[in-house]
């Protein structure tokens, strides 16, 4: 943590909103009509709100049916007996194909913690995992402090720009994790968002089972990537929500208590999408690529959020709270909602400890952003660990290309390389690998690497 005057310096903000334009990277209700965030077919249209609930399509399809849900079957063919329009009904089953049975149900592990913290009893088996937990990690405070830390105001500022933009650019190349301070976000945005998901997750389990996922829906209260009943599971519990664009926003999902929740959510969404559009234009500028060009593959600025919450565990050497990957869209932002760390990055073969400053956001690269710069910039593998006796929470809103996108090298940059580095995929393929993939470390990407490239890495 920095100190007092090292604080005050990090709480200054600076507005970012004229970093903006009102070109296709702005976001907006209307720039964009695209699907889903999580999942989104570019070939097939975006249904209306009238559109039938995934699940009833996912129980439709023979090959995804269950013991659980094949009753549903007979549900009749749109939601309340309206039947589906050939343009919802495409779109829907390809969601089902990609989606197939979302995540399996596991025990809230809130409700677990409060049971297995108070006796001497072993955690369940399926949430020990001694190995993981047990590799080396690298606490040392120089090291963590060298994570870069970007000043959004001295990127704004046209004498300081260049020399912070390049600042900017090789912490991509080399970390793919940076801070930003004097990010322009509110204090008051942060903090009642802040104060809204500390409430929400303090309420009683019952309270928040009400926004339970569903099948085949990766919007809501529980577990993503559950595939399996033998399968290794985190110690954390989830709560995601698409943002971006306005009208994939499910409003059943969407808490309403604390009876702020969905404003100070739409708030944080707001300043996160112009915060990021502002980060895109310098990457570009630093890629040297033309930025308004770039900023059109984020068209709309797609975005989902998913909100964490790590109980304490007294057993804490034996679990991990969310395991080893990288985020498969463009950029994400990570605010620390509380004063508990947790997040580690793999560098080098080793982990290392971030420590979140206060009143800064944590950013890193994803899968996308690596393919489209030819592998400049780095999707770095991440995890979060847990406290013996402390809850953590912490919130990381991703932010996708736009549906029609094509997901592969800039021509610019193969052009300037001489290669492309990683196969050009359309962004439905892109994200049917990723959910195969599950979370699978660097998997998913460097399955898009070129064989000659990968040989390269390896070599």
Request: proline fraction near 7%; charged fraction near 20%; hydrophobic fraction near 40%.
């Amino acid at each position: 943590m920095a100190g007092d005057s090292g604080a005050a310096d990090l709480r200054r903000r600076t507005p970012v909103t004229h970093c903006l334009t009102a070109g296709a990277g702005a976001p907006s209700s209307s720039s964009f009509a695209g699907g889903p965030f999580l999942f989104d077919p570019g070939e097939f249209p975006r249904p209306g709100p009238s559109a039938l609930l995934l699940a009833d399509v996912v129980n439709r399809l023979p090959h995804c049916r269950s013991a659980t849900t094949a009753a549903a079957a007979a549900r009749p063919a749109g939601l309340h007996g309206i039947p589906l329009h050939p343009a919802e009904k495409r779109w829907e089953i390809a969601m089902a194909h990609a989606e197939a049975g979302g995540s399996l149900p596991v025990p809230n592990v809130q409700a677990l913690a409060q049971t297995y913290n108070r006796s001497d009893e072993q955690i369940p088996e399926r949430y020990i995992r001694v190995e993981e937990a047990a590799e080396e990690v690298i606490i040392d405070h120089g090291i963590s402090s060298a994570i870069p830390i970007i000043d959004v105001s001295k990127l704004l500022d046209p004498h300081s720009s260049k020399e912070e933009c390049a600042k900017l650019g090789s912490a991509c190349k080399n970390w793919g994790f940076f801070q930003v301070i004097n990010h322009g976000v509110p204090n008051e945005v942060i903090s009642n968002f802040r104060n809204d998901i500390t409430e929400f997750f303090k309420q009683p389990l019952e309270s928040k089972k009400v926004y339970s996922m569903i099948p085949g829906n990766l919007q809501g209260y529980g577990q993503h990537f559950v595939v399996s009943e033998n399968q290794k599971l985190d110690w954390a519990d989830l709560f995601s929500l698409m943002l971006r664009p306005i009208d994939s926003r499910d409003m059943r999902f969407w808490p309403s208590h604390p009876p702020s929740f969905r404003n100070s959510i739409d708030r944080y969404s707001s300043e996160a999408a112009r915060l990021v559009s502002c980060l895109l234009k310098f990457l570009a500028i630093d890629m040297g690529v033309e930025p308004e060009s770039f900023l059109e593959i984020f068209r709309g600025q797609p975005q989902s959020m998913r909100m964490t919450y790590y109980p304490p565990c007294r057993q804490a050497d034996k679990v991990v709270g969310l395991s080893p990957h990288t985020d498969r869209m463009g950029l994400t932002l990570l605010l620390q909602v509380n004063d508990v760390q947790g997040l580690q990055i793999r560098k080098d073969g080793k982990w290392i400890t971030i420590n979140a400053l206060d009143g800064a956001f944590i950013v890193n690269i994803g899968d996308t952003l690596e393919i489209l710069s030819n592998g400049r910039y780095k999707s770095i593998e991440h995890r979060a660990m847990v406290h013996p006796t402390r809850e953590r929470m912490s919130v990381a809103v991703f932010h996708a290309v736009w549906r029609d996108a094509t997901v592969g090298p800039l021509p610019e940059l193969v052009k300037n390389d001489g290669e492309a580095r990683y196969s050009s995929v359309s962004y439905m393929d892109f994200m049917k690998r990723f959910f195969a993939a599950k979370l699978s470390g660097r998997g998913h990407v460097e399955s898009l690497k070129n064989s000659l490239s990968a040989e390269m890495d390896n070599a």
